[in-house]
């Protein structure tokens, strides 16, 4: 293991470093990213966000990801889809810069900008996104959680981003998050989504939850999430459907 990059500032200590053929974020101690070129899969939360886009990846042309850290995520979605455009949207400047220097996000197809993310969605003006991740998570005192609740205002706004065709996917940090915000149903105050899935590994608290404009089934994401991963990587991964209410 090799340390690539380091800063400290008042309250943070930045870490960029190698494990193998990955490129690790570390801050404040804190695991924010992984990536490796060599490797398809984390066995992390970026293979769960990963998995709902698999159902649709090819027809995905703008992307908006809140929460970038390193931007690993952006990777695993541009080696399926190399034409795709993203938007990322991170608190942390410095962590913009970490994203473009050491994880080869500086491209002109990525737009990276240090902002507060519901900030930015509550301005946002420009044209509606086939993909949205909400991955906002921050850390104190090395305890991970979200950055802020999901409730029914944030959700409306993600909403009022997203194309008709979109996909909207939100990282959640346990079970009981999940169950008390607007992606528990497909329905319900919900209004334009016709099905939705929920992701998790055993390893991990995190639930990740999506919701589509489309009508989809789980034997479908199963069956492309064991295309993808390899039917070893991808049994590890329990998929659910989300009730239509």
Partial sequence: ?????EKFTDSTHYQVRTAGSSIRLYTNGVFHTQYNPTRRHTGSVWDLLLVPTLLNTMSIRRTLLLGVGGGGIIHMLRSINPTMEFIGVEIDPVHVNIAQQFFDLDKPEIKLFANDAREFVEHYRGPSFDLIIDDLFGSKEQIVSR??????HWFNQLNNCLSS??????????????????????????????SGFTTRLPTLANLIAALCRDSFGQPLLEENTNAYFGKRQASKISIRSIPRR
């Fill in 1 to 5: 293991m090799a340390v690539l990059f």
């Fill in 147 to 152: 950055a802020f609740t999901c409730d029914q």
């Fill in 165 to 194: 065709t979109g996909t909207l996917i939100c990282n959640f940090a346990d079970l009981a998050e999940f169950k008390v915000s607007p992606f528990k149903t497909v329905k319900g105050h919900n209004p334009g989504f016709k």
